[in-house]
Each structure stands twice: as structure tokens, then as C-alpha cells.
């Protein structure tokens, strides 16, 4: 799949307004506009997941008698979590903190074992106990990537999307844009628009079901 590049996405954004070329002298200024922008592939990333915003593993480090990470700059959010012990991985369980953590293990930095359970706190990861050991590679994360922003002093590179989320990215910015010109005509047009095109991706990109469950009626290990 190709990517528009930054100035492409804007000259977009600016056609469906009914805009001329904008500056930082015009009324909407660019740098307006490159905000929408950026805030509408966040809220893509978040709605929507695209899959080339899933990361690959990455390892982030524990430290002993702590029950607390860092996450992953990059990352808007953990999709699975692995912790080692010992070179066997075992899958983490997300839950609310107050689900998962003693006190023991929220302020007792004397005692720890193997997590079983985290929670992700604005940009740090707790889990049901203090680690053990300080080590680089305890844990391994996939998690959900940032877009990277527009930046209005270079707009020549390949946004993170691909074009196929190019008209969401311009209806979500209009739905700003009318918001602040109080234009609600327009504004209910896009929100129309804006869904319709987010159901249309959501089709596209299907994700593919994690399991087969096969029918017992049709399946079992006598037939072939």
C-alpha cells in the first residue's frame, strides 16, 4: 500500500474546504490544519488499530523490587505483554489495578515473583508484583504505534497511513474545521461522511479471527 506525503494530505484536506493554498497568514492558518491532521490519525490509531501501526516485539527492561515500567515511548497503548522466566515466556493478563495489586506489592519492595497480571498508567506498566531481577529483556510488548505528526517545516515525507485512510483523515480535520466556524450544516455532513468512510475501512481491513473453531457436528479426528 502507498502513502501520501504530508503536503499531499494537506493540499487534500485544503481542496474538500474549498480552500486556497494556506500559510501561516491565511485564515485557517496551515498550522491549523496540520493540527487536525495530526489529531486525526491518533484518533485513527486508537479507533481503528490499522495493522501498520502494530509494533514488532520490543523488550523493556525491570529493575529489582519494583512492581513498575516504562512504556515504550512509540507506543499509544499495550496490545500483549510477555514476561521471561528463565527463557520461557508466559502471556500477561490486563487488569484494573486495584484487581491485581496488594499493598505488599504496591509498597513492599522486599518481596517479588513472576507476574501474572498488569495495567498500563499513563506511561508506565504495573503489575501484581515486583520483579525479581533487574534485567533488559524481561518483558516483550507489542503494542500500538503512534502516527508520527506532520511537521509543518518539512511536509515532504510519507505520512504512517496509507492512502487508503486519506479521506478519514480529511473528514475527521473538516469536523474540526466546521466546529470552529460554528457551521453545523457542514459540520453534520461531514460527521455523516466520517463514519460511512470508517465503517467502509473497518470492512476492508478485516482482521483475520485469532482461532478456527471447527463444528463438532461436521469435524472430528476420524474423518479426514
Known sequence: MANSTGSELLALLE???NLDTTSASTDPTQALLISYINQ?????????????????ATNIATTAGSNTVTKPSTFIEIQDLYSN???????LEKKALNKIV???????NTSGNTPSYYE???DKIVFDTNFVNTDTDALKAYGLLAP???DA???SPAVDLPKEYNMLIVYKSAIWFYQRDFDSKNLQINVQFESMEKQKLRAFFKPCPAS???????????RI
Open 153 to 155: 517545516d518539512d511536509l
Open 148 to 150: 508520527t505528526d506532520l
Open 102 to 108: 496488594s499493598p505488599v506489592a504496591l509498597f513492599d
Open 120 to 122: 498500563e498508567r499513563n
Open 40 to 56: 486525526a490519525q491518533r484518533e485513527i490509531a486508537y479507533e481503528i488499530q490499522p495493522s501498520v501501526l502494530m509494533s514488532e
Open 212 to 222: 478456527v473453531s471447527l463444528d463438532p457436528r461436521f469435524w472430528n479426528h476420524n
Open 85 to 91: 522466566d528463565s527463557g520461557v515466556y508466559k502471556r
Open 15 to 17: 481542496n474538500h474546504l
